[in-house]
């Protein structure tokens, strides 16, 4: 298969003095990190808790601007998010970490999904609105009448559901989920990435799948690539990394997680 997204020597600092290359002291906190994923497929990027995984989610949708590499989609540079061309925009959503705190709490789940097609009015139905807001939150696995519902009066769970509609509502390609299912107790995190599964065949996504979680990278990827400290350390299809790492620091994650109790 061939690569749609790919990000090529990518670095982002923090700090310092400079701009791009020129760019002096600060923190690296991504340090020439280079990743692929092809059409339906998913890509985990997993490491510890500062090692640049959601830096690099935030390149690819546009909203942190790297001092130098690149990222392409089918072959197209992609740019910061308000500069891309619009179909390139809707081809590549974001699945954040805390629904609640993504969604608006006053608006209603109508509201929200409308939002997205008028932010995207090429992926706006042209006909019955309500019957396309249905379709979509029943792809999502919620009811009809939560339509009416505001996003503050809703779990945890139908919240990322609802995030979840709003991205798929506008046609993408490939979702970013940084750490989608991170916020939920653990009943609900399997639901949320079962639909995820799910999704992905029946609206032939690719899936960028940031993770701490080696039991949920297990469960969803196809590949996974190992970051610490900025850089990839490991990469490769997800039973050989997950199950005979070739690296140190993947197998100390493994270690960690099985100490935990977690099955990876
Ligand atoms: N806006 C920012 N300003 C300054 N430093 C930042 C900023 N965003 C991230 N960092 C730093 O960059 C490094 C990488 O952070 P990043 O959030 O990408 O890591 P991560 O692997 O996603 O971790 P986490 O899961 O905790 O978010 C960290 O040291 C973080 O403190």
């Not at 990518?10 to 701009?19: A, C, I, M, N, Y």
């Not at 798929?168 to 979702?175: E, I, Q």
């Not at 469960?219 to 039973?239: K, L, N, Y």
């Amino acid at each position: 298969m061939s690569d749609m997204l790919e990000v090529s020597d990518l670095r982002v600092t923090f700090g310092g003095r400079g701009r791009g290359r020129r760019r002096r002291g600060g923190l690296v906190a991504v340090d020439g990190v280079s990743l692929r994923v092809a059409p339906e497929e998913t890509l985990a990027v997993v490491g510890e808790s500062g090692s640049g995984k959601t830096t690099v989610a935030r390149c690819v949708v546009g909203l942190q601007r790297p001092d130098s590499g690149s990222v392409t989609f089918d072959g197209r540079p992609l740019g910061p998010a308000g500069r891309r061309p619009p179909e390139l925009q809707r081809a590549i959503q974001m699945v954040f970490q805390d629904p609640r705190s993504s969604l608006n709490p006053r608006m209603s789940v109508a509201a929200l999904i409308g939002e997205a097609w008028r932010t995207h009015p090429a992926s706006a139905p042209p006909g019955d609105r309500a019957e396309a807001l249905h379709r979509v939150l029943a792809d999502v696995g919620l009811d009809g009448d939560v339509a009416e519902r505001r996003a503050g009066d809703l779990s945890g769970g139908q919240c990322q559901r609802v995030s979840i509609a709003r991205a798929l509502a506008v046609g993408p390609r490939l979702l970013v989920c940084d750490e989608a299912v991170s916020a939920l107790d653990v009943s609900v995190q399997a639901q949320i990435l079962r639909l995820l599964v799910d999704l992905r065949r029946s609206h032939r996504l690719a899936l960028l799948f940031i993770s701490h979680d080696l039991g949920v990278v297990h469960q969803i990827a196809d590949r996974v690539a190992v970051m610490r400290h900025g850089v990839v350390v490991e990469e490769g299809p997800a039973g050989e990394v997950l199950g005979a790492p070739r690296h140190e620091y993947t197998q100390t994650l493994l270690d960690a997680a099985l100490d935990l109790g977690v099955e990876a």
